[in-house]
């Protein structure tokens, strides 16, 4: 937690620190450069099990978005470790490599691979590292990424819609401004009728809505002129059943003088709940959960992905906590624990139905 990895050097220092951590452990990860701004970061891969059975891919990533200094000092609290990416992920992560380690000293009658990438939160022109790691052969029977979901099994994540939207007015002296159409109140007024849209309320088994962010917005020069452009980024993550091309067509037709450019696309992610694997891991996390832990949807994406393109199915399931991406972001310390034995009997159930067959 104390490696600040929002930076490119920072994160692979960190994916450096890991695999010092297995290699003291007799375990020797594959590593693979070329992710990053300049290809220089590094992604990393252990394999452990028996070769046979079905092949396993637990994931993690090693990055996260930006924080304030204090937040690299972990710090606990009635139960809870608080700090910037105990959640999202480094928890989670930390988790997972015990699991390896406890896989490798009991053995199990599967192929289980971790694999970390340095490049989650961040996009890079050039290939991620899941995407590299794909490339390679990295490839398996399911995936399951440690995202947070509070030991819910994500089955069905979001895709991501990001748009610069550009209003065009009139430039007028400040003084006057009802001579000049103001760019800004325009903005406004675009953004207002996006969330009117027929796509804003629609809503799919997991979830209710679409989620809709105004992410930013840049405007006007000099305080004594009526600003005549203004520009603004629409984060949308749209529904599995909802085409991006059609809310791009919606909110086109706004009436207003707008020039509309998609900056980037991703397609959502979907497994069924009948799933052998997902019902496998339902039934470790139920002995583990105080409720049901049903399929949910995820708000937010994943590079879960990049692997569903390669025909692998995944899903996103992780420790208890909340707060990420926030000033105030923690796990809850003993679901790290429980967290670690679920993935370790997930591998182990796998292994028995095997033998079974």
């Known amino acids: 937690m104390r490696y600040k990895s929002y930076t490119p050097g920072v994160s692979q220092s960190a994916m450096d620190?890991?695999?010092?951590?297995?290699?003291?452990?007799n375990l020797d990860p594959i590593q693979y450069k070329g992710a990053g701004p300049h290809g220089e970061l590094t992604s990393l891969v252990v394999r452990v099990g028996s070769g046979g059975g079905p092949k396993i891919l637990l994931h993690g990533h090693v990055d996260v978005v930006p924080g304030d200094e204090w937040q690299f000092e972990p710090q606990e609290e009635d139960g809870e470790l608080y700090g910037r990416g105990v959640y999202d992920m480094k928890g989670a992560l930390a988790a997972m490599m015990?699991?390896?380690?406890?896989?490798?000293?009991?053995?199990?009658?599967?192929?289980?691979?971790?694999?970390?990438?340095?490049?989650?939160?961040?996009?890079?022109?050039?290939?991620?590292?899941?995407?590299i790691l794909i490339g390679n052969g990295h490839v398996g029977d399911f995936l399951i990424t440690g995202e947070p979901t509070d030991f819910h099994v994500g089955t069905q994540a979001k895709g991501v819609l990001d748009l610069r939207i550009t209003l065009l007015g009139k430039s007028a002296h400040g003084s006057r401004p009802w001579l000049g159409k103001n760019a800004v109140l325009l903005a406004y007024e675009h953004f207002r009728r996006v969330g009117e849209l027929p796509f804003a309320t629609e809503r799919s088994e997991l979830f209710p809505?679409?989620?809709?962010?105004?992410?930013?917005?840049?405007?006007?020069?000099v305080i004594n002129r009526v600003p005549d452009r203004c520009t603004y980024d629409l984060d949308i993550r749209y529904l599995?059943?909802?085409d991006p091309r059609e809310i791009v067509r919606q909110i086109r037709s706004i009436e207003l003088p707008a020039e509309v450019e998609v900056l980037f696309s991703r397609e959502p992610t979907y497994v069924s709940r009948r799933n052998p694997y997902v019902k496998a891991?339902?039934?470790?996390?139920?002995?583990?959960?105080h409720g049901n832990p049903v399929g949910v949807g995820r708000h937010g994406a994943s590079d879960i992905v990049y692997f569903q393109r390669a025909g692998v199915p995944g899903v996103e399931f992780g420790p208890i906590g909340g707060?990420?991406?926030?000033?105030r972001e923690y796990v809850v310390t003993d679901?790290?624990?429980?967290?670690r034995q679920m993935l370790v009997q997930f591998i182990q159930?796998?292994?028995?139905?095997?033998?079974?067959?």
């Not at 679901?335 to 967290?339: D, I, R």
């Not at 159930?349 to 067959?357: E, F, V």
């Open 17 to 25: 620190f890991i695999s010092g951590w297995f290699e003291a452990r």
């Open 281 to 289: 891991l339902r039934e470790v996390a139920a002995r583990h959960f």
């Open 240 to 242: 599995p059943n909802q």
């Open 209 to 221: 809505y679409p989620s809709i962010n105004l992410a930013r917005i840049i405007g006007g020069d």
């Open 98 to 131: 015990y699991a390896i380690h406890d896989l490798n000293e009991v053995g199990c009658d599967c192929t289980v691979e971790l694999l970390v990438v340095p490049d989650e939160e961040h996009e890079y022109d050039g290939p991620t590292g899941a995407e």
């Open 349 to 357: 159930i796998l292994g028995s139905n095997g033998k079974q067959h």
């Open 335 to 339: 679901s790290l624990e429980t967290y």
């Open 323 to 327: 707060g990420h991406h926030g000033p």
